[in-house]
T-cell receptor
C-alpha cells in the first residue's frame, strides 16, 4: 500500500467545472505539499499546508491532519489548468513521498 | 530572483556510460534534493544534501551518487548506466533542512539511455 494515495488517477472536465482531487496519507506528517507538473516536466509547488485551508487564485487546498486527508480544488477550471497534480508528504521531515499523481484534462 | 537551474535539459547516453547532472539552487538555499521520475514508478526520492552533507538517501543502488559544493550547487552522478535509468531527474532547493518547508523545483534533466 502506498503511503500517499491520490484519487482519481485521471480526470476530464469541461471548462468552467469545479474540480476536486483527493490525497490520503498514512505517514504522520505536519505538512503536505501540492505540486503541479505540466507536459515537459517542470514542477511548480502550489501549496504547502499544515492545517485548514489555503487559497491562491482559483486554487484552494484543504487539509485535515486528524483524518490524514487533503483536497485540492480548482474553481472555474480552464484548459490551461490541464496538468498532472501531485501531492507529497514529508517522511521523517527529511524527504518527500509522492502520490502517483492525478492527470487533469480540461476541454474548452 | 533566479530559480533552480538544472543542466543539461536533455541527455542521451549509451548503456554502461556514466553521467553527471548539475543543479544550481536558488541563492541562499542550502538544501538540495534529487528525485527520479519514471512512468512506472512515478516520483521517487534519490537523496538530499544540506551544507555539503548528504542527510538522507532513497532506495537506489550505489551507482547513484551525489555531492554538494560549498556554494550549495549539487551534482548527481550515475555510473554504469542501464536502460531503466532513463527518466526525468528533478532537483529541488529549500532554505531549510526540513521537508516541512517550501520547495522550488527545477525544470529537470531528461536522460535517455540507449
Amino acid at each position: 500500500k502506498n503511503e500517499v494515495e491520490q484519487s482519481p488517477q485521471n480526470l476530464t472536465a469541461q471548462e468552467g467545472e469545479f474540480i476536486t482531487i483527493n490525497c490520503s496519507y498514512s505517514v504522520g506528517i505536519s505538512a503536505l505539499h501540492w505540486l503541479q507538473q505540466h507536459p515537459g516536466g517542470g514542477i511548480v509547488s502550489l501549496f504547502m499546508l499544515s492545517s485548514g485551508k489555503k487559497k491562491h487564485g482559483r486554487l484552494i487546498a484543504t487539509i485535515n491532519i486528524q483524518e490524514k486527508h487533503s483536497s485540492l480544488h480548482i474553481t472555474a477550471s480552464h484548459p490551461r489548468d490541464s496538468a498532472v497534480y501531485i501531492c507529497a508528504a514529508p517522511y521523517n521531515t527529511d524527504k518527500l513521498i509522492f502520490g502517483t499523481g492525478t492527470r487533469l484534462q480540461v476541454f474548452p | 530572483k533566479a530559480g533552480v537551474t538544472q543542466t543539461p535539459r536533455y541527455l542521451i547516453k549509451t548503456r554502461g556510460q556514466q553521467v553527471t547532472l548539475s543543479c544550481s539552487p536558488i541563492s541562499g538555499h542550502r538544501s538540495v534534493s534529487w528525485y527520479q521520475q519514471t512512468p512506472g514508478q512515478g516520483l521517487q526520492f534519490l537523496f538530499e544534501y544540506f551544507s555539503e552533507t548528504q542527510r538522507n538517501k532513497g532506495n537506489f543502488p550505489g551507482r547513484f551518487s551525489g555531492r554538494q559544493f560549498s556554494n550549495s550547487r549539487s551534482e548527481m552522478n550515475v555510473s554504469t548506466l542501464e536502460l531503466g535509468d532513463s527518466a526525468l531527474y528533478l532537483c529541488a532547493s529549500s532554505p531549510l533542512m526540513t521537508a516541512n518547508y517550501g520547495y522550488t523545483f527545477g525544470s529537470g534533466t531528461r536522460l535517455t539511455v540507449v
